[in-house]
Protein backbone atom coordinates (compact mmCIF):
# COMPACT_ATOMS: atom_id res chain seq x y z
CA UNK A 1 0.00 0.00 0.00
CA UNK A 2 2.53 2.26 0.22
CA UNK A 3 4.20 1.53 -2.05
CA UNK A 4 1.50 2.67 -4.51
CA UNK A 5 0.90 5.77 -2.98
CA UNK A 6 4.53 7.60 -2.90
CA UNK A 7 6.37 5.58 -5.94
CA UNK A 8 4.19 5.50 -9.37
CA UNK A 9 5.06 3.13 -11.94
CA UNK A 10 4.96 3.60 -15.26
CA UNK A 11 4.67 7.78 -15.39
CA UNK A 12 6.20 9.72 -17.61
CA UNK A 13 7.14 13.31 -15.88
CA UNK A 14 9.37 14.70 -19.39
CA UNK A 15 6.82 16.52 -20.77
CA UNK A 16 7.39 18.91 -18.15
CA UNK A 17 9.53 22.24 -20.12
CA UNK A 18 12.95 22.72 -19.16
CA UNK A 19 14.03 26.61 -19.37
CA UNK A 20 17.31 27.06 -20.62
CA UNK A 21 18.26 30.48 -18.82
CA UNK A 22 21.09 31.62 -21.30
CA UNK A 23 18.82 31.00 -24.06
CA UNK A 24 16.40 33.36 -22.83
CA UNK A 25 18.92 35.68 -21.36
CA UNK A 26 19.93 36.29 -25.51
CA UNK A 27 16.66 36.42 -26.38
CA UNK A 28 16.49 39.30 -23.95
CA UNK A 29 19.04 41.49 -24.74
CA UNK A 30 18.58 41.04 -28.75
CA UNK A 31 15.23 42.59 -28.14
CA UNK A 32 16.87 45.14 -26.28
CA UNK A 33 19.09 45.64 -28.99
CA UNK A 34 16.46 46.18 -31.20
CA UNK A 35 14.42 48.88 -29.23
CA UNK A 36 17.54 50.69 -28.66
CA UNK A 37 18.18 50.83 -33.07
CA UNK A 38 14.42 51.87 -33.13
CA UNK A 39 14.59 54.74 -30.91
CA UNK A 40 17.38 55.96 -32.15
CA UNK A 41 16.11 55.76 -35.91
CA UNK A 42 13.32 58.04 -37.39
CA UNK A 43 10.61 56.41 -38.15
CA UNK A 44 10.02 56.20 -42.07
CA UNK A 45 6.48 57.91 -41.99
CA UNK A 46 5.14 60.70 -44.32
CA UNK A 47 5.36 64.07 -43.26
CA UNK A 48 2.47 65.08 -40.50
CA UNK A 49 -1.03 66.18 -41.70
CA UNK A 50 -1.33 69.61 -41.53
CA UNK A 51 -5.12 70.40 -41.63
CA UNK A 52 -6.35 74.09 -42.09
CA UNK A 53 -8.16 76.09 -39.17
CA UNK A 54 -11.82 75.73 -38.13
CA UNK A 55 -13.83 78.38 -40.35
CA UNK A 56 -17.68 79.58 -40.56
CA UNK A 57 -19.93 76.94 -42.53
CA UNK A 58 -20.69 78.39 -45.86
CA UNK A 59 -24.26 76.78 -45.67
CA UNK A 60 -27.43 76.51 -44.02
CA UNK A 61 -28.19 73.26 -41.83
CA UNK A 62 -31.31 72.18 -42.55
CA UNK A 63 -33.13 70.56 -39.39
CA UNK A 64 -36.50 71.62 -40.72
CA UNK A 65 -37.91 70.25 -43.67
CA UNK A 66 -38.99 66.73 -42.43
CA UNK A 67 -40.49 68.11 -39.16
CA UNK A 68 -43.79 66.50 -38.69
CA UNK A 69 -43.51 64.28 -41.66
CA UNK A 70 -43.64 60.53 -41.67
CA UNK A 71 -41.34 57.94 -43.85
CA UNK A 72 -41.86 54.36 -44.38
CA UNK A 73 -37.76 52.62 -43.28
CA UNK A 74 -36.90 49.45 -44.68
CA UNK A 75 -34.13 47.78 -43.31
CA UNK A 76 -32.77 47.44 -47.41
CA UNK A 77 -32.45 51.30 -48.45
CA UNK A 78 -29.45 52.62 -48.65
CA UNK A 79 -28.01 55.13 -45.87
CA UNK A 80 -28.79 58.23 -47.57
CA UNK A 81 -32.89 56.85 -47.32
CA UNK A 82 -33.20 55.80 -43.58
CA UNK A 83 -34.49 57.66 -41.14
CA UNK A 84 -33.02 60.22 -39.33
CA UNK A 85 -29.97 62.49 -40.37
CA UNK A 86 -27.42 61.92 -42.94
CA UNK A 87 -24.19 62.54 -43.18
CA UNK A 88 -22.32 62.22 -46.70
CA UNK A 89 -18.88 63.29 -45.80
CA UNK A 90 -18.88 60.76 -42.88
CA UNK A 91 -21.39 58.41 -44.43
CA UNK A 92 -23.05 57.61 -41.48
CA UNK A 93 -27.06 58.40 -40.43
CA UNK A 94 -27.72 60.17 -37.01
CA UNK A 95 -31.26 59.65 -35.39
CA UNK A 96 -32.11 63.24 -34.06
CA UNK A 97 -31.37 66.81 -34.66
CA UNK A 98 -29.37 67.05 -31.17
CA UNK A 99 -27.10 64.60 -31.97
CA UNK A 100 -26.31 64.78 -35.82
CA UNK A 101 -25.41 68.88 -34.45
CA UNK A 102 -23.19 67.21 -32.20
CA UNK A 103 -21.69 65.15 -35.10
CA UNK A 104 -21.13 68.21 -37.75
CA UNK A 105 -19.69 70.27 -35.10
CA UNK A 106 -17.29 67.19 -33.78
CA UNK A 107 -13.78 66.13 -34.19
CA UNK A 108 -14.42 63.40 -36.56
CA UNK A 109 -16.45 65.16 -38.81
CA UNK A 110 -13.91 68.07 -39.29
CA UNK A 111 -11.32 65.79 -39.89
CA UNK A 112 -12.84 64.33 -42.55
CA UNK A 113 -13.21 68.08 -44.07
CA UNK A 114 -9.36 68.15 -43.26
CA UNK A 115 -10.03 71.15 -40.50
CA UNK A 116 -8.36 70.74 -36.74
CA UNK A 117 -10.17 71.17 -34.20
CA UNK A 118 -8.04 74.96 -33.94
CA UNK A 119 -9.37 78.42 -35.11
CA UNK A 120 -7.10 80.94 -36.28
CA UNK A 121 -5.93 83.75 -34.19
CA UNK A 122 -7.71 86.56 -35.78
CA UNK A 123 -5.33 90.10 -36.28
CA UNK A 124 -6.53 93.63 -34.86
CA UNK A 125 -6.33 94.62 -39.12
CA UNK A 126 -8.74 91.25 -39.52
CA UNK A 127 -11.60 92.14 -36.93
CA UNK A 128 -11.22 95.80 -38.11
CA UNK A 129 -11.69 95.00 -41.63
CA UNK A 130 -14.77 92.25 -40.62
CA UNK A 131 -16.75 95.45 -38.44
CA UNK A 132 -16.39 97.71 -41.86
CA UNK A 133 -18.02 94.48 -43.85
CA UNK A 134 -20.49 94.34 -41.68
CA UNK A 135 -21.38 98.01 -41.10
CA UNK A 136 -21.74 98.16 -45.07
CA UNK A 137 -23.96 95.11 -45.30
CA UNK A 138 -26.16 96.96 -42.39
CA UNK A 139 -26.67 100.03 -44.68
CA UNK A 140 -28.46 102.55 -42.24
CA UNK A 141 -29.51 104.93 -44.52
CA UNK A 142 -31.85 102.28 -46.60
CA UNK A 143 -34.30 101.60 -43.84
CA UNK A 144 -36.30 104.91 -42.32
CA UNK A 145 -39.43 105.33 -40.91
CA UNK A 146 -41.47 105.31 -44.15
CA UNK A 147 -40.82 101.88 -44.82
CA UNK A 148 -41.65 100.74 -41.27
CA UNK A 149 -45.31 102.31 -41.26
CA UNK A 150 -46.13 101.09 -44.57
CA UNK A 151 -45.28 97.52 -43.42
CA UNK A 152 -47.24 97.84 -40.28
CA UNK A 153 -50.10 98.71 -43.06
CA UNK A 154 -49.64 95.74 -45.04
CA UNK A 155 -49.38 93.58 -42.48
CA UNK A 156 -52.66 94.76 -40.57
CA UNK A 157 -54.56 94.28 -44.77
CA UNK A 158 -53.39 90.99 -44.60
CA UNK A 159 -54.55 90.24 -40.87
CA UNK A 160 -57.84 92.12 -41.71
CA UNK A 161 -58.58 89.99 -45.34
CA UNK A 162 -57.52 86.64 -43.21
CA UNK A 163 -60.73 87.31 -40.43
CA UNK A 164 -62.90 88.37 -42.86
CA UNK A 165 -62.31 85.02 -44.72
CA UNK A 166 -62.69 83.66 -41.43
CA UNK A 167 -65.90 85.07 -40.98
CA UNK A 168 -66.89 84.01 -44.48
CA UNK A 169 -66.68 80.30 -43.62
CA UNK A 170 -68.43 80.62 -40.66
CA UNK A 171 -71.04 82.11 -42.25
CA UNK A 172 -71.51 79.13 -44.76
CA UNK A 173 -71.23 76.60 -42.34
CA UNK A 174 -73.87 77.90 -40.40
CA UNK A 175 -76.39 78.61 -43.38
CA UNK A 176 -75.33 74.39 -44.23
CA UNK A 177 -76.34 73.47 -40.59
CA UNK A 178 -79.73 75.45 -40.69
CA UNK A 179 -80.45 73.94 -44.24
CA UNK A 180 -82.05 70.29 -43.05
CA UNK A 181 -82.38 67.61 -45.24
CA UNK A 182 -86.40 67.29 -46.56
CA UNK A 183 -87.82 64.11 -44.25
CA UNK A 184 -90.77 62.18 -45.64
CA UNK A 185 -93.36 62.79 -43.57
CA UNK A 186 -94.59 59.38 -44.05
CA UNK A 187 -91.32 57.95 -42.97
CA UNK A 188 -91.38 60.21 -39.97
CA UNK A 189 -94.79 59.85 -39.04
CA UNK A 190 -93.92 56.11 -39.01
CA UNK A 191 -91.14 56.51 -36.92
CA UNK A 192 -93.16 58.47 -34.33
CA UNK A 193 -91.68 62.38 -34.78
CA UNK A 194 -92.19 65.21 -36.49
CA UNK A 195 -88.52 65.82 -37.81
CA UNK A 196 -85.32 66.64 -36.13
CA UNK A 197 -85.89 70.46 -35.05
CA UNK A 198 -85.76 71.15 -31.77
CA UNK A 199 -89.01 72.07 -29.37
CA UNK A 200 -86.85 75.26 -28.22
CA UNK A 201 -87.26 78.42 -30.39
Given at each position: ???????????????????????????????????????SKPKAKG???????????????????????????????????????????????????????????????????????????????????????????????????????????????????????????????????????????????????????????
Amino acid sequence: MSNTSNNVVGVDNTFRRKFDREEYLERARERERQEEEGRSKPKAKGPPVQRKPLKHRDYEVDLESRLGKTQVVTPVAPLSQQAGYYCSVCECVVKDSANYLDHINGKKHQRALGMSMRVERASLKQVQERFEVLKKRKDVGSFTEQDLDERILKQQQEEEEKKRLRREKKKEKKEKAVEEPEIDPDVAAMMGFGGFRSSKK
